[in-house]
């Protein structure tokens, strides 16, 4: 068995864990072969929590905070500020409290409201392409459950308290409703928590039980390496199917197509981390086996982005600037700037806002024509030794 201690059952990954309990362990034994799930996006996540908290503490905003994630992250401010009532409330900002279900461990709550009439824990999700859902959300009822548990040595709580659970997602492409809440009472609330807390000491007894689910597997950094993972999507093909040979034409049946189709996702999804997984080991000096890396497209971007509005907001509009939340690509600039008359000194300061950044690394047949990337191992071999 691996160590416990480090074994992963935080409020954060429940919808992994609560589903997949054998995952915790899995990850910790195989932690070494995984990839590294750090990001820019996680970067971005964290600088609109330091900004988010600072605002409610009435604190200097970090300087790496643009002026677009202010404007972004003020909802969510104006948000949790609505509940603070004339008399009787108390909010904690980005404070420790220990889960209800392992004393030894913490959990960071974004922001928790106590008031004469309810408490309210909210959560910041800075996120674009994922929607995240307040309703069954494990993560938001552990805190809860966790921060009443701490309340209570002090307060009572009788079993019809009103508690709310709210996701803040400002910048949602798919879900205009940048505020989500679940609403419940005190007793229904224990009643969910109970079977969270059930799952979690079965994760870290050791009694854990493989079972992928689309909630679980999305985020989930070991699905690369994961056959309880592939096998999902490969035992929902028929038979048929399932072979290298592909059938002659018309000998699937509908039905079996049908099925077929039904198994698109996962097998998409399955692919995708077995991409990344190799992708990760070739990053990690891994010999290449029929595959190599080369540096992948990249879009260019503003290096500047309140300079660039400024300086296209000479000769746009503000609907044309930002038909959605954020200011469109240099691109979508130039297309909406074709046919314009624009000076030598507009086209100078464009182009000076316009960066580039590294294309990510993307896998390829070893034969393609374009140069493999040096990884990691690579650079320090060619490194001059004195």
Known sequence: MGNRSKIDVGASSAHRWSRCTASPQFIVDHSSELPDDSSFYADEGTQAHEAAAAMLRDQPVPQTASQDMLVHVQKYVDHVQSHQDAVGWRIEVEKRVPLFYL?????????????????????????????????????????????IREWEQIIEFGDEFPVHL???????????????????????????????????????????????????????????????????????????????????????????????????????????????????????????????????????????????????????????????ADLISPAQAEKALKGMELSSRFSNKFDSLITRPEGKPTLVPEDDSRPAIQTKIDKLENLDVI
């Open 103 to 147: 004393s030894s461990r913490n959990g960071i709550v974004d922001a928790a409201t106590r008031t004469s009439y309810g408490l309210f824990i909210d959560d910041l999700k800075y996120g674009v392409g994922v929607s995240v859902d307040a309703v069954n959300n494990e993560q938001l009822a552990i805190y809860a459950e966790s921060k």
């Open 166 to 324: 709210s996701i803040v997602q400002p910048r949602d492409r798919n879900n205009h409703e940048a505020v989500r809440t679940w609403s419940m009472t005190r007793r229904e609330l224990a009643m969910f928590t109970t079977v969270l807390g059930a799952k979690a000491r079965q994760a870290l007894g050791g009694a854990g039980v493989f079972q992928p689910h689309p909630k679980a597997c999305q985020f989930c950094p070991a699905k690369g390496i994961c056959s309880a993972y592939a096998t999902q999507g490969l035992v929902a093909l028929p038979e048929e199917a399932r072979i290298i040979t592909l059938p002659d034409p018309g000998v699937l049946t509908r039905a079996q197509r049908v099925q077929a189709l039904k198994a698109k996702k996962v097998l998409r999804d399955w692919l995708e981390a077995i991409e990344d997984q190799e992708v990760s080991e070739l990053m990690g000096g891994a010999e290449p086996a029929g595959f190599k890396l080369v540096e992948g497209k990249a879009n260019r971007q503003w290096s500047d982005m309140e300079a660039a509005t400024k300086l296209l907001s000479n000769h746009l509009t503000m609907d044309l600037l930002r038909p959605r």
